[in-house]
């Protein structure tokens, strides 16, 4: 079964430009994650979809980052303008289950931002 | 107050130790916890659930004390290939809230 793919795995950008990450979730799985970690610390939630609605964006910077989940499957996390304070791992994640919270999150690679 | 604290270590154990690490939580309404395992430079995968009547998996044990609201994981008989980082988890089950420790890194030397 194929797993979580993100891309781009790297990407390096200056303060005030616009970034964007792709995800694809493995195939069937109702709920996408995107997570922020910065260095030392552990994967903090900007968002969550469950199908193509939003089930929590609390903790996602919306003067600046935006997300999408179109159809359901495929999302897209962007970031427009970068600060040197996003320079982090961005994790997009998937479960299987609609009642997500005790169902397995599967994790991609990640993306690493590092902004100059 | 952190929704999640856990000691960031290092712990630096001998092959063959039992290593215990534990996790707090702020959130008393917390209804599902889990600990993940996180590889330098590499993603979070699941390790465990903790379930309230606690849980083994081979030499890994994980409880959970809702009354002092922490959880524990316990390695018996270290590999060096534990060597990583562990992540506690906690979600709030009915809002779909995942909190993430900063994760307790464990080195096992030979």
């Known amino acids: ?116 | 107050r952190k929704e999640v604290e856990q000691d960031p270590g290092p712990f630096n154990v001998p092959e063959g130790a039992t290593v215990a690490f534990n996790c707090t939580y702020s959130n008393s309404a917390s209804q599902s916890f889990f600990w993940y395992r996180q590889d330098c430079r590499k993603e979070p995968k699941l390790l465990m659930s903790v379930y309230s009547s606690g849980n083994e998996d081979g030499r890994f044990t994980a409880q959970l004390n809702r009354a002092s609201q922490y959880i524990s994981l316990l390695i018996r008989d270290s590999k060096l290939s534990d060597s990583a980082t562990y992540l506690c988890v906690v979600s709030l089950y009915n809002f779909n809230k995942f909190y993430f420790g900063s994760g307790t890194k464990l080195n096992v030397k030979p």
């Open chain 1, 1 to 116: 079964e194929a797993g979580v793919a993100q891309s781009p795995r790297y990407k390096i950008i200056e303060k005030r430009q616009s970034v964007a990450f792709w995800c694809n979730p493995i195939s069937g799985h109702a709920t996408l994650y995107w997570y922020q970690q910065i260095l030392g610390q552990g994967p903090k939630l900007l968002i969550q979809f469950q199908n193509n609605g939003v089930v929590d964006d609390s903790q996602l910077p919306k003067d600046r980052f935006s997300a999408e989940r179109l159809k359901g499957v495929d999302s897209t996390l962007k970031i427009q303008p970068a600060k040197l304070e996003d320079s982090a791992v961005y994790l997009c994640a998937s479960s299987l289950a609609v009642a997500a919270s005790q169902e397995t999150q599967y994790f991609g690679p990640g993306t690493r931002l590092l902004v100059l």
